[in-house]
């Protein structure tokens, strides 16, 4: 059975979660928001994890360069 399967809400959040960050590393916006929403829905509690990884996972305009 798959984490995004798994019946804890927390669990299935952060696996969602955690392939949006992906998708969001391969510069797929669209998968990465729409694993967001699905972590979301599942548990209103990752919104910060997102929030705070996402944050992380984006460059600076100085790592831009």
Same mark, same amino acid.
């Given at each position: ?10 669990? $299935? &959040? +952060? ?9 969001? #590393?391969?510069?797929?916006?669209? %998968? ?5 929403? $699905? &972590? +979301? ?9 997102? #929030?705070?990884?996402?944050?992380? %996972? ?8």
């Amino acid at each position: 059975r798959g984490l995004i399967d798994h019946g804890d809400a927390n669990i $299935r &959040a +952060r696996a969602l979660a955690g392939l949006g960050l992906c998708a969001l #590393s391969d510069g797929d916006e669209e %998968a990465a928001d729409s694993y967001f929403s $699905r &972590a +979301r829905k599942a548990d209103s509690g990752i919104g910060g994890f997102i #929030s705070r990884e996402r944050d992380r %996972a984006e460059p600076t305009p100085q790592q831009a360069l």
